[in-house]
């Protein structure tokens, strides 16, 4: 493609060195993998600036610069206000603009975004239209995996991923997409554009990045600008959420809203019941009479997750057939609640539980088993918000009865000044194991018959993240093999 085209979809400040008749044979942001041909953009992180590593790039065969300063460069350098807007725009033009030949799904929230686009693909699937999964747990569809570094990768890549998905043989149409804040702000979803907009929750998580509550909302409710100008658009939002008539007011488009609570809710879980395992069943409204459904995942924000998924097939028309199916079908989420049988008669529960509001609702679930203890594993990220590690201390302690603390994702922070955070909610002395694979196989060696240990923060990710490091480690991984070794 020649560079000419890539600039019309955004404004150069100012241009050095020949671009005439240029070609671009791929676009980067990675000095590591930009290939011959590529142009590359300078990204400015928390951790590097993209300006630093122009000079690489260009000896890896980057033709051309997109910076948001000067650089002294032998290849063209294209000055611009915001270069991760930029990059988005180049992407989509690059692709072809992908999200145009799909429908998107967008589904943002503090909890519950993972398993809300599980969900939704289990009723489209039901349905009978081809839908795909773009989040937390990689690019999934039609049996197939790719695994993502993000929770919402980087422009280029959502762009190249949908093109995957739009060129398909299988013909997938749908996709429901996980969205963090952090990817609204950083302009990573700037030009995709979603004809559902979908809100689960807010609590607190991130503070470290928006500095309050209000941005945080603020930055969440970037997700319903982005919302397509088409008659079927809607909005889809939590009714029995704190925020929703904050929210609410901040939106221009149609909504549809869902909840238990709320009489007024568009779709609702009415005659719900909780069963001995915790899981849940119940009738939806919306769809003229009741549609059944009976959850296979336990717990009620996982009733919020599927009611979520009800509102987008109620948006879309599907049948409430489909939506029974669909939303009784899905038994786990990988790194979801995912349990471990031991030999040695206890149980292991792998979740991705990392903000006061996920770990309690997670501790409280498992709390209602007829457990002999309750053992917890658990760690705060480092570089995030340092104001939720004692108040997570604080819920680990009145749940668990014996609290292992430990790293989860430390970056460049020290563990033990993280876990002396923590302990400051706490008035008991846990169990303190800086390294977490020993933190897991010390909780492993300490449980027994009717016990519970709960691993808390990882879920399914495969690295921990020390210092600008991403470490291979797999949760799942450690519990098997000291299974294994241990029979």
């Keep these: 493609m020649r560079l000419a085209e890539l600039l019309e979809t955004f404004t150069p400040l100012n241009i050095t060195g020949p671009t005439e008749n240029l070609e671009v044979?791929?676009?980067?942001?990675?000095?590591?993998?930009?290939?011959?041909?590529?142009?590359?953009?300078?990204?400015?992180?928390?951790?590097?600036?993209?300006?630093?590593?122009?000079?690489?790039?260009v000896k890896q065969g980057a033709v051309a610069l997109v910076a948001e300063r000067p650089l002294a460069a032998s290849v063209p350098v294209i000055m611009v206000e915001d270069a991760r807007w930029a990059l988005s725009a180049a992407s989509a033009r690059f692709f072809g603009y992908p999200a145009r030949s799909l429908q998107l799904i967008g589904v943002t929230g503090t909890d519950g975004k993972t398993t809300t686009t599980y969900y939704i693909n289990k009723v489209f699937s039901a349905a009978g239209k081809s839908s795909a999964i773009l989040g937390t747990t990689g690019l999934r569809f039609q049996g197939t995996w790719k695994r993502l570094e993000l929770t919402t990768p980087q422009s280029l890549d959502i762009q190249r991923s949908l093109a995957h998905l739009r060129d398909h043989p299988a013909g997938i149409r749908y996709v429901a997409m996980e969205v963090s804040s952090h990817a609204l702000i950083q302009k990573r979803v700037a030009h995709c554009e979603f004809l559902s907009a979908v809100f689960t929750n807010l609590s607190r998580e991130h503070l470290d990045y928006h500095g309050s509550m209000e941005s945080y909302l603020e930055a969440k409710s970037m997700l319903f600008q982005l919302i397509k100008r088409d008659d079927k658009a809607r909005a889809i939002l939590n009714a029995d959420d704190n925020y929703y008539p904050q929210l609410k007011r901040k939106i221009s488009v149609p909504v549809i809203s869902y909840g238990i609570d709320d009489p007024r809710a568009t779709v609702r879980a009415v005659d719900l019941e909780e069963l001995d395992n915790g899981c849940f069943r119940f009738s939806l409204s919306g769809w003229g009479g009741r549609v059944a459904a009976a959850l296979k995942l336990p717990g009620l924000f996982n009733v919020y997750n599927a009611l979520a998924a009800a509102a987008v097939a109620w948006q879309y028309g599907l049948p409430g057939e489909a939506v029974s199916e669909g939303l009784s079908s899905l038994a786990a989420v990988p790194g979801r609640l995912e349990e471990i049988e031991a030999e040695g008669g206890f149980n292991v529960v792998i979740d991705f539980a990392h903000t006061?509001?996920?770990?309690?609702?997670?501790?409280?679930?498992?709390?209602?088993?007829?457990?002999?203890?309750?053992?917890?594993?658990?760690?705060?990220?480092?570089?995030?918000?340092?104001?939720?590690?004692?108040?997570?201390?604080r819920i680990a302690e009145r749940y668990g009865d014996l609290v292992i603390l430990t790293a989860d994702n430390p970056a460049g922070e020290r563990v033990e000044d993280i876990i002396n955070q923590i302990k400051a909610g706490m008035r008991t002395e846990p169990v303190v194991i800086p390294d977490r694979a020993e933190a897991v196989r010390?909780?492993?060696?300490?449980?027994?018959?009717?016990?519970?240990?709960?691993?808390?923060?990882?879920?399914?990710?495969?690295?921990?993240?020390?210092?600008?490091?991403?470490?291979?480690?797999?949760?799942?991984?450690?519990?098997?093999?000291?299974?294994k070794q241990n029979r």
Excluded: N, W
């Excluded at 300078?42 to 300006?51: M, V």
């Excluded at 010390?442 to 600008?468: C, H, I, M, N, W």
């Design 25 to 57: 044979k791929g676009l980067a942001y990675h000095s590591r993998r930009v290939g011959p041909g590529d142009l590359f953009f300078c990204l400015k992180g928390s951790r590097h600036d993209g300006h630093d590593f122009a000079a690489t790039a």
């Design 356 to 393: 006061p509001r996920s770990l309690e609702q997670v501790l409280r679930l498992l709390r209602r088993r007829p457990l002999r203890r309750l053992i917890v594993v658990f760690g705060c990220a480092g570089e995030r918000d340092r104001g939720k590690r004692p108040l997570m201390g």
């Design 442 to 483: 010390f909780a492993l060696s300490r449980a027994g018959p009717g016990d519970l240990v709960l691993l808390a923060g990882k879920g399914s990710e495969e690295y921990q993240l020390v210092g600008t490091e991403a470490l291979p480690y797999r949760e799942r991984q450690v519990v098997e093999e000291y299974l």
